[in-house]
């Protein structure tokens, strides 16, 4: 115990001695107390002893000159013969071995000897000496700055031969001024040090700061940025440090100005898709950062869901993240999950790269490799990907796909597929088909004066129902492509328009192309003048249109295209078709085809005028002249022998014209139904009557039809001399037409319950009845049977809001002969339409001949829709393919799903009714549903569905089972039952850019055997 009690005041007594004696020293002179410390540091090296001297002398000399340069290098001198050098600081270590030799210490002597006697001849023995290189080692290991050797140089050749004023700091340290605020502040002036508190803010360029407290040294140009402690303990205000488009949120943070060098404890930021948490970040002056202790994930919670754990990343900011081993975390549990190396990009951007294929089996076409490839990003306004499949079988398949948008501009893309399928037919054969796709769509922006615009879907006949088409390729049976451009004629009423049109029928295989240029006119008033003048001759107009088309088709049924047979067509078929009796492919075949082409040139040119008469009467009379050009001429023999016409053909110019004349007038009229309690029936009628008259155009006189004997009986037929050409000829018989029609309106005032009295407010509301109820048909006085045609009846009307219903008839007043019955059934198998009005055979006014019944219902919350598409509005894209994304949501809302609507519902019943005379009557009737139903907040159903009556079975359907699982989405897509019966689980990572981070399990029905 006294041993203890001895020990202990000595180390008192010694502590005293040693250091609060030397507080009570006066230094007499700064080179004896320096000496003084050398000879208590008698460890330290040679070149650590020069290293505290020349820093010495450094502060000397920065009295007069206030140099940052010196200020940095004094310290890092210091710092350099600190004997507290760390393992793990293997630099510094280096260095410190590299410089502990004679010749170094001697050229530190004579730099220290130079500067104090301002020596230039000691000053020229130093040059080419390494001194100066490593002096900028040491500030470069030791110190907070970067500097050159030769900086160093001729900053001490520049003292020497002006003195000390000229390395004196002459401007302002910062490259930007320092913008700062807080709530409150202090400033202690002898060390040049600033501390911000509470909502502290600091602004320097392009860098924000923001934490709860900020310190700013500005003799080491260093700021320090941390939270502060609340009541609870909890740290609030943590630092937010912004560097341009990048954002860090730190717990701690130190960051040099002048160097851009920083420390930056517990960070989060973001990058891309991705967030990066890193225990301590080293910022450097480019653009990499350096991290340790790190955790990438794209969820967004403080603890992620998953994540994927690295001791070491490096990031470069809006490019990409590399990282060394990593493994995998669910829920941070680490899992046996891998890697030796990542590379996660950050680019909002596209940026090239490897498309990773999918794997897995089909039962008739053997193990493949499907949809990888290459994404190839080739400037801001393109992007190419070129993906490929192959089958062990010896299938394989390539598909290339062009991306391009210029803003304000235009945009499109193009995609080409072809698919070789090789698949083991039931007799253990190959059965091998060739199937392709191009598609193409384009458009442009409409403010100039041209447009251009184009929609391609060309695809072989089997394409969608062998390939992973969607839903809505694969239930229709047609595609249709079109190309067109668009000229107007700034100044004047001119413009010009062309198009290229492919019908494609996907059941029988017929394809139509079709090819327009057309020349127009829009409509001029040349006597309107400058007066306001109402009259049939200011208001006379005349327009234009000129239009020449051709068409090109493998429909071999049209071309036999006359009325009768002919001798030239009685041989083979002119194709061969297949076993499901489609002709050969149009587009497949183009060569064969063109010399079956057909074109033409019409000129339009209607001239009308318009005028009131009593009030309320509107009339309207015109004039339209119409030209056909035709580029042959067809005469007619009949042939005995062959009971059939010899068509001979001659290739020469043919124009024939017609011309016709009308005058219609249309009124409105009003009727009100007043019913007790105020509420008001409007019935508004508008009755229409046109008379039109046409010459007859088959008169020998024009010499555009030929009576063609087609029988042996001498039956004849007027036969246009241009038959079958791409325009009608003009037409034959006279005609004195009058056209009637009616149109209704019916419409309910009544009482507004919700009427309250406010000023501006209606009593009544507006209560549509039926939106259109209306009645048309034509009586031609000059024929010779059938004067009247067949009357037609539609009308529409919306019901409780969300129904829609639309119905139609057609009514026939005449009867119908029976021509020949079935001897064993007494159907009868032939009929003739009578000129004799069913009034008078059968006592009736008119025989129902088509009806269509349209009934379609939506139902979801109020406003459903509408907060949809707002919130689809009002997202800003980053980039062009989130910018894209979101125009394809817009265009097909249905195929997305939305997680904020509780459910909707859709549904739509058709009905059609069909009987002429005596045919059998035919009833068609389908019902059809899709919706979708937010089981809670998380799960979704989507359905879609239908019912065909006739056929007494369901239709296409789909159910999609969908939940929400915040940065993952899990999805069940399931096709119960038809040809397409399937099944698709997955549970995925919702980024993009952790795309292939998934897990999947699927019965396709692409992979069995078809």
Same mark, same amino acid.
């Given at each position: 115990m006294?041993?203890?009690?001895?020990?202990?005041?000595?180390?008192?007594?010694?502590?005293?001695?040693?250091?609060l004696?030397?507080?009570?020293?006066?230094?007499?002179?700064?080179?004896?107390?320096?000496? #003084?410390?050398?000879? $208590?540091?008698? &460890?330290?090296?040679?070149?650590?002893?020069?290293?505290?001297?020349?820093?010495?002398?450094?502060?000397?000399?920065?009295?007069?000159t206030?140099?940052?340069?010196?200020?940095?290098m004094?310290?890092s $001198?210091?710092?350099?013969?600190?004997?507290?050098?760390f393992?793990?600081?293997?630099?510094?270590?280096?260095?410190? #071995?590299r410089?502990?030799?004679?010749?170094?210490?001697?050229q530190?002597?004579?730099?220290?000897?130079?500067?104090?006697?301002?020596?230039?001849? +000691?000053?020229?023995?130093? /040059?080419?000496?390494p001194?100066f290189?490593?002096?900028?080692?040491?500030?470069?290991?030791f110190?907070t700055?970067?500097?050159?050797g030769?900086?160093?140089?001729?900053?001490?050749?520049?003292?020497?031969?002006d003195?000390?004023?000229?390395?004196?700091?002459?401007?302002?340290?910062?490259?930007? %001024?320092?913008?700062?605020?807080?709530?409150?502040?202090?400033?202690?002036?002898?060390?040049?040090?600033?501390?911000?508190?509470?909502?502290?803010?600091?602004?320097?360029?392009?860098?924000?700061?923001?934490?709860?407290?900020?310190?700013?040294?500005?003799?080491?140009?260093?700021?320090?940025? +941390?939270?502060i402690p609340?009541?609870?303990?909890?740290?609030?205000?943590?630092?937010?440090?912004?560097?341009?488009p990048?954002?860090?949120?730190?717990?701690?943070?130190? *960051?040099?100005?002048?160097t851009e060098?920083?420390?930056?404890?517990?960070i989060?930021?973001?990058?891309?898709?991705?967030?990066?948490?890193s225990?301590?970040?080293?910022k450097? @002056?480019?653009?990499?950062?350096y991290?340790?202790?790190?955790?990438?994930?794209?969820?967004?919670?403080?603890?992620?869901?998953?994540?994927?754990?690295?001791?070491?990343?490096?990031?470069v900011?809006?490019?990409? /993240?590399?990282?060394?081993?990593?493994?995998?975390?669910?829920?941070?549990?680490?899992?046996?999950?891998?890697?030796?190396?990542?590379?996660?990009?950050?680019?909002?951007?596209?940026?090239?790269?490897?498309?990773?294929?999918?794997?897995?089996?089909?039962?008739?076409?053997?193990?493949y490799?499907?949809?990888g490839?290459?994404?190839?990003?080739?400037?801001?306004?393109?992007?190419v990907?070129?993906?490929?499949?192959?089958? !062990?079988?010896?299938?394989w398949?390539?598909?290339?796909?062009?991306?391009?948008?210029? =803003?304000?501009?235009?945009n499109?893309?193009?995609?080409l597929?072809?698919?070789?399928?090789?698949?083991m037919?039931?007799?253990?054969?190959d059965?091998?088909?060739?199937?392709?796709? +191009?598609?193409?769509?384009?458009?442009?922006?409409?403010?100039?004066?041209?447009?251009?615009?184009?929609?391609?879907?060309?695809?072989s006949?089997?394409?969608?129902?062998?390939?992973?088409?969607?839903?809505?390729?694969?239930l229709?049976?047609? &595609?249709?492509?079109?190309? =067109?451009?668009s000229?107007?004629?700034?100044?004047? %009423?001119?413009?010009?328009?062309?198009?290229?049109?492919?019908?494609?029928?996907?059941?029988?295989? /017929?394809?139509?192309?079709?090819?327009?240029?057309?020349?127009?006119?829009?409509?001029v008033q %040349?006597?309107?003048?400058?007066?306001?003048?109402?009259?049939?001759?200011?208001?006379?107009?005349?327009?234009?249109?000129?239009?020449?088309?051709?068409?090109?088709?493998?429909?071999?049924?049209?071309?036999?295209?006359? @009325?009768?047979?002919?001798?030239?067509?009685?041989?083979?078929?002119?194709?061969?078709?297949?076993?499901?009796?489609?002709p050969?492919s149009?587009?497949?075949?183009?060569?064969?085809?063109?010399?079956?082409?057909?074109?033409?040139?019409?000129?339009?040119?209607?001239?009308?005028?318009?005028?009131?008469?009593?009030?309320?009467?509107?009339f309207? %009379?015109?004039?339209?002249?119409?030209?056909?050009?035709? @580029?042959e001429?067809?005469?007619? !023999?009949?042939?005995?022998?062959?009971?059939?016409?010899?068509v001979?053909?001659?290739?020469?110019?043919?124009?024939?014209?017609?011309?016709?004349?009308?005058?219609?007038? !249309?009124?409105?009229?009003?009727?009100?139904y007043?019913f007790?309690?105020?509420s008001?029936?409007?019935?508004?009628?508008?009755?229409?009557?046109?008379?039109s *008259?046409?010459?007859?155009?088959?008169?020998?006189?024009?010499?555009?039809?030929?009576?063609?004997q087609?029988?042996?009986?001498?039956?004849t037929? #007027?036969?246009?001399?241009?038959?079958?050409?791409?325009?009608?000829?003009?037409?034959?018989?006279?005609n004195?037409?009058?056209?009637?029609?009616?149109?209704?309106q019916?419409?309910?005032?009544?009482?507004?319950?919700?009427?309250?009295?406010?000023?501006?407010?209606?009593k009544?509301k507006?209560v549509?009845?039926?939106?259109?109820?209306?009645? &048309?048909?034509? *009586?031609?006085?000059?024929?010779?049977? +059938?004067?009247?045609?067949?009357?037609?009846?539609?009308?529409?009307?919306?019901?409780?809001?969300?129904?829609?219903?639309?119905?139609?008839?057609t $009514?026939?007043?005449?009867?119908y002969?029976?021509?020949?019955t079935?001897?064993?059934?007494?159907?009868?198998?032939?009929?003739?339409?009578?000129?004799?009005?069913?009034?008078?055979?059968?006592? =009736?006014?008119?025989?129902?001949?088509?009806?269509?019944?349209?009934?379609?219902?939506?139902f979801?919350?109020?406003?459903?829709?509408?907060?949809?598409?707002?919130?689809?509005?009002?997202?800003?894209?980053?980039?062009?393919?989130?910018?894209?994304?979101?125009?394809?949501?817009?265009?097909n809302?249905?195929l997305?799903?939305?997680f904020?609507?509780?459910?909707?519902?859709?549904?739509?019943?058709?009905l059609?009714?069909?009987?002429?005379g005596?045919?059998?009557r035919?009833i068609?009737?389908?019902?059809?549903?899709r919706?979708?139903?937010?089981?809670?907040?998380?799960?979704?159903?989507n359905?879609?569905s239908?019912?065909?009556?006739t =056929?007494?079975?369901?239709?296409?359907?789909?159910?999609?089972?969908?939940?929400?699982?915040?940065?993952?989405?899990?999805?069940?897509?399931?096709?119960?039952?038809?040809?397409?019966?399937?099944?698709?689980?997955?549970?995925?990572?919702? &980024?993009?850019?952790?795309?292939? $981070?998934?897990?999947?399990?699927?019965?396709?029905?692409?992979?069995?055997?078809?």
């Amino acid at each position: 115990m006294n041993r203890s009690f001895i020990f202990f005041g000595l180390l008192f007594i010694w502590f005293q001695l040693f250091f609060l004696g030397a507080n009570h020293t006066v230094k007499a002179d700064s080179r004896e107390i320096l000496e #003084e410390e050398l000879v $208590l540091k008698d &460890s330290l090296t040679e070149i650590q002893k020069e290293a505290l001297i020349l820093a010495e002398t450094l502060d000397d000399l920065n009295e007069v000159t206030d140099s940052f340069l010196l200020t940095d290098m004094a310290a890092s $001198l210091r710092a350099f013969a600190n004997d507290k050098v760390f393992k793990a600081e293997r630099g510094k270590i280096v260095l410190r #071995e590299r410089l502990d030799n004679p010749e170094t210490v001697e050229q530190f002597k004579i730099f220290n000897q130079m500067i104090l006697q301002e020596d230039k001849g +000691l000053m020229e023995q130093l /040059i080419g000496t390494p001194i100066f290189e490593d002096l900028a080692d040491i500030v470069y290991e030791f110190g907070t700055d970067e500097v050159e050797g030769k900086t160093i140089s001729e900053t001490f050749g520049s003292y020497l031969e002006d003195g000390a004023i000229l390395i004196s700091q002459s401007e302002d340290k910062f490259q930007f %001024p320092i913008d700062y605020v807080s709530d409150s502040s202090w400033t202690d002036v002898i060390n040049q040090e600033m501390v911000l508190y509470n909502n502290a803010e600091i602004v320097y360029g392009s860098k924000v700061l923001k934490a709860s407290e900020i310190r700013v040294n500005f003799a080491t140009n260093t700021v320090t940025a +941390l939270g502060i402690p609340d009541s609870t303990g909890v740290l609030v205000g943590q630092p937010v440090f912004k560097d341009g488009p990048a954002v860090y949120n730190a717990r701690e943070m130190i *960051y040099n100005l002048q160097t851009e060098k920083g420390l930056i404890r517990g960070i989060v930021t973001e990058e891309g898709d991705g967030i990066v948490q890193s225990r301590l970040m080293k910022k450097t @002056p480019g653009e990499s950062i350096y991290m340790g202790g790190n955790i990438y994930t794209t969820c967004n919670l403080e603890h992620p869901h998953y994540a994927i754990r690295a001791r070491k990343m490096k990031l470069v900011p809006q490019k990409h /993240i590399v990282s060394g081993p990593f493994n995998f975390e669910l829920n941070e549990i680490s899992l046996p999950l891998g890697f030796v190396y990542g590379l996660f990009p950050s680019q909002r951007n596209p940026s090239s790269g490897f498309i990773m294929p999918s794997y897995g089996e089909s039962s008739d076409r053997g193990f493949y490799l499907r949809d990888g490839g290459f994404y190839f990003s080739i400037s801001d306004y393109a992007a190419v990907q070129l993906l490929g499949e192959i089958y !062990t079988l010896g299938g394989w398949g390539l598909r290339s796909r062009i991306d391009y948008r210029k =803003r304000y501009a235009f945009n499109g893309n193009f995609d080409l597929n072809y698919r070789k399928v090789v698949a083991m037919a039931d007799d253990g054969s190959d059965d091998i088909t060739n199937d392709y796709r +191009l598609a193409w769509t384009h458009s442009m922006d409409s403010k100039n004066s041209f447009s251009f615009s184009a929609s391609v879907n060309l695809a072989s006949t089997d394409y969608n129902r062998n390939n992973l088409a969607n839903s809505n390729d694969y239930l229709s049976s047609t &595609s249709n492509s079109n190309v =067109r451009f668009s000229k107007t004629f700034q100044g004047t %009423p001119f413009s010009t328009t062309g198009s290229v049109r492919l019908n494609q029928n996907l059941v029988n295989g /017929i394809e139509t192309l079709q090819g327009d240029l057309g020349l127009n006119m829009t409509r001029v008033q %040349p006597f309107k003048g400058k007066s306001n003048k109402k009259d049939p001759i200011s208001q006379l107009s005349i327009s234009y249109t000129g239009s020449l088309q051709g068409e090109m088709t493998n429909d071999t049924t049209r071309f036999e295209n006359f @009325p009768f047979d002919v001798v030239n067509n009685r041989t083979e078929p002119i194709v061969e078709y297949d076993s499901l009796n489609r002709p050969p492919s149009l587009i497949e075949n183009l060569g064969f085809y063109s010399n079956f082409i057909n074109y033409g040139v019409q000129h339009n040119i209607p001239i009308s005028t318009n005028f009131t008469l009593l009030k309320y009467f509107n009339f309207t %009379p015109s004039f339209t002249y119409r030209e056909v050009w035709s @580029p042959e001429r067809f005469e007619y !023999t009949y042939n005995e022998e062959e009971n059939a016409v010899e068509v001979e053909k001659f290739n020469e110019f043919t124009r024939q014209y017609e011309y016709s004349t009308a005058i219609g007038s !249309t009124t409105r009229m009003y009727a009100f139904y007043n019913f007790k309690g105020g509420s008001t029936l409007r019935h508004q009628m508008t009755p229409s009557l046109s008379f039109s *008259y046409r010459p007859n155009f088959a008169d020998s006189q024009f010499g555009y039809y030929e009576n063609v004997q087609t029988d042996p009986d001498g039956t004849t037929r #007027e036969v246009s001399t241009i038959q079958g050409s791409t325009f009608n000829s003009p037409g034959a018989g006279e005609n004195a037409s009058l056209s009637f029609s009616l149109g209704n309106q019916f419409e309910l005032k009544v009482r507004d319950k919700n009427y309250t009295g406010e000023e501006g407010q209606d009593k009544f509301k507006k209560v549509k009845i039926l939106n259109s109820l209306s009645l &048309s048909g034509s *009586y031609n006085f000059l024929a010779d049977s +059938l004067n009247l045609s067949t009357i037609r009846v539609s009308g529409n009307t919306t019901l409780f809001k969300n129904i829609s219903l639309n119905f139609g008839a057609t $009514l026939d007043p005449y009867a119908y002969d029976a021509l020949e019955t079935d001897p064993g059934t007494g159907e009868v198998t032939r009929q003739n339409r009578t000129g004799t009005f069913l009034w008078d055979a059968e006592g =009736r006014l008119v025989d129902l001949t088509n009806a269509n019944l349209s009934i379609s219902a939506n139902f979801s919350p109020k406003g459903s829709k509408e907060k949809k598409e707002s919130k689809v509005e009002q997202y800003q894209p980053k980039n062009d393919l989130e910018a894209a994304i979101k125009d394809d949501i817009l265009r097909n809302p249905d195929l997305y799903m939305d997680f904020s609507v509780p459910w909707s519902l859709n549904l739509s019943y058709n009905l059609n009714y069909t009987q002429r005379g005596f045919e059998e009557r035919t009833i068609t009737q389908s019902l059809t549903f899709r919706g979708e139903l937010g089981l809670t907040e998380k799960w979704r159903v989507n359905y879609s569905s239908g019912y065909d009556f006739t =056929r007494g079975d369901f239709s296409y359907t789909t159910i999609d089972l969908s939940r929400d699982l915040h940065c993952w989405q899990m999805s069940f897509n399931w096709i119960p039952f038809g040809e397409r019966q399937s099944y698709n689980f997955t549970i995925a990572v919702k &980024s993009s850019m952790l795309s292939d $981070l998934k897990i999947e399990k699927r019965d396709s029905w692409y992979d069995r055997t078809r």
